[in-house]
């Protein structure tokens, strides 16, 4: 991981630019109208702690943003990110969100910042096991209600989403997600499918991008990677 200096930037700052504001800026721009002044927000997937900045500051001091990042690798980057910055209302939790608690999940190593649980995406095929928590669970036990969640955990949205009770997603006025194609999720995964799935939930679909950067190399890719923006108002 290259080093990152402990200054407070008003968005946190990437690695992947030399000035602030940058992390994944279509994702900040989506989130500022939903992460209201007081309220509780999700961020999972929430990686080297990027969006889970803007989240904090967008939210308030009176507000509280639970953020939970199962890599073993990139959760301390997560950690040292929300303390060097002075988020007093985050809350980081090392932990895989799947729809079950209480069990373990192997975590494999990414060539960058995407850790998955899929093994055929690790160029090194190390894994290392990770404790897991469902958002019924959580919730629950925590007393914490949320009008908004905002997930991106690299392919695992599908066993999250068709293994936990539709009764949860429910309980959240928005979903913002990135949904990945089965080149990364594997086989009958698909982007279309899941985006029916979340639909017949009672979502609206209020926005979507059909294409993904990589900040790293420039690339585009137009088939493998989507972020949607859904209602459940």
Known sequence: FPSHDTASKPFG??????????WEPSVVLALRDLCLSGATVFDVGANFGGITSAMSRLVGS???VCAF????????????NVVAQGHHNVF?????????????????????????????????????????????HFCDASGLCTDLIKLDIEGA???LFLNTPPSMFRRFSYIYIELHEESIAGPGNKIS???SYIRNLGFK???EGRFFTNEATGKVSNNDIAVFKYSNI
Not at 13 to 22: A, D, I, R, T, V
Not at 97 to 109: A, G, P, Y
């Open 69 to 80: 990042e199962a890599s073993p690798r990139i959760i301390g980057h997560l950690q040292s």
């Open 62 to 64: 009176r507000g509280t």
């Open 205 to 207: 679909c209020e926005w």
């Open 157 to 159: 949205e599908y066993p």
């Open 92 to 136: 980081v939790y090392h932990r895989a969100v799947c729809s079950s608690s209480n069990s373990k999940i192997l975590v494999f190593e990414g060539d960058h910042l995407n850790d998955s649980i899929y093994e055929k995406q690790s160029p090194t095929k190390i894994g290392r096991l990770v404790k897991t928590i469902s958002l019924d």
């Open 193 to 195: 499918m899941l985006d």
């Open 13 to 22: 700052g990437s690695f992947w630019y030399q000035s602030p504001n940058l």
